[in-house]
């Protein structure tokens, strides 16, 4: 199937790693010139070389640290005018509302709430202008079904849900495609430190976080692989009447008593 997006300039927060990293290779596959945004900048170049050997493409890194607006507004300026956006850049910890002071829920709320809301803000002018564009947003299981032991991703992923829906509901209208992909459990550095959060308050033992991939469909989490196939579907011209949605990619884990 062609996805129609050979030549397109895509730029992908959070995209030195995990979800962000397979999706820029997915976006290269399909012949996509990409633009990696991420707060390290070793780890950028590390993919930067490994995606230049394997595709064909143009690869620019931006090392910037998106938690804050000026570097939000830096990284508009560097990258001006991608047809795609994926939001992906953000981390928000583990714990209950007693675990999660208020400055670290605030910071990373400044990289995965507002870092969103203001790229989207920044990027959705531009494709207005141009009349085309497609911004997806990587939110999160946890915004479906809400997890006491994670409030703060809960409240989080929950608010950047109603976001992408907001604006995809409308969005159209100018030539514009606001889509989410909601990811569940997915076999990355993130989850495993969440797990291990949660298995040394429950069970006193950090290496017991493997448990958790037994209640999961399979018994394991989705790839990254996985995930990013979707993110290139969702953002190619064979999706071009799916917009203020959410789709979620989870096994069936959000409508399976005890997944989690």
Request: proline share 3%.
């Amino acid at each position: 199937m062609d996805l129609n997006l050979r030549g397109k300039t895509v730029l992908i927060t959070g995209a030195s790693k995990g979800i962000g990293l397979a999706a820029a290779a997915g976006f290269a596959a399909e012949g996509c010139n990409v633009h990696l945004a991420a707060r390290t900048g070793a780890t950028l170049e590390q993919a930067r070389d490994s995606l230049a050997k394997r595709f064909d493409v143009r690869v620019t890194i931006h090392p910037l640290d998106l938690s804050e607006s000026r570097a939000q507004g830096a990284l508009a300026k560097a990258c001006p005018d991608p047809d795609i956006l994926v939001n992906n850049a953000g981390a928000i910890p583990g714990g209950d509302l007693s675990a999660v002071d208020e400055a670290r829920w605030r910071k990373a709320w400044d990289l995965k709430v507002f870092g969103y809301v203001n790229l989207t803000r920044a990027y959705y002018a531009v494709m207005k202008a141009r009349r085309h564009g497609v911004i997806v947003n990587v939110v999160g299981l946890a915004g479906e079904r809400p997890d006491f032991r994670y409030v703060a991703g809960t409240a989080g992923n929950a608010a950047l849900m109603a976001f992408s829906r907001a604006m995809g509901s409308m969005s159209l209208d100018d030539g514009i495609r606001v889509v989410a992909v909601n990811p569940g459990a997915v076999e990355t550095d993130r989850i495993v430190t969440l797990w291990k959060t949660r298995a040394e308050k429950e069970f006193g033992d950090v290496e017991r976080w493997r448990e958790y991939q037994k209640r999961l469909p399979l018994g394991r989490a989705a790839k990254a692989e996985e995930v990013a196939d979707l993110i290139v579907f969702a953002a190619s011209g064979r999706a071009s009447y799916i917009s203020g949605v959410v789709l979620t990619i989870d096994g069936g884990s959000a409508s399976r008593a005890g997944a989690f």
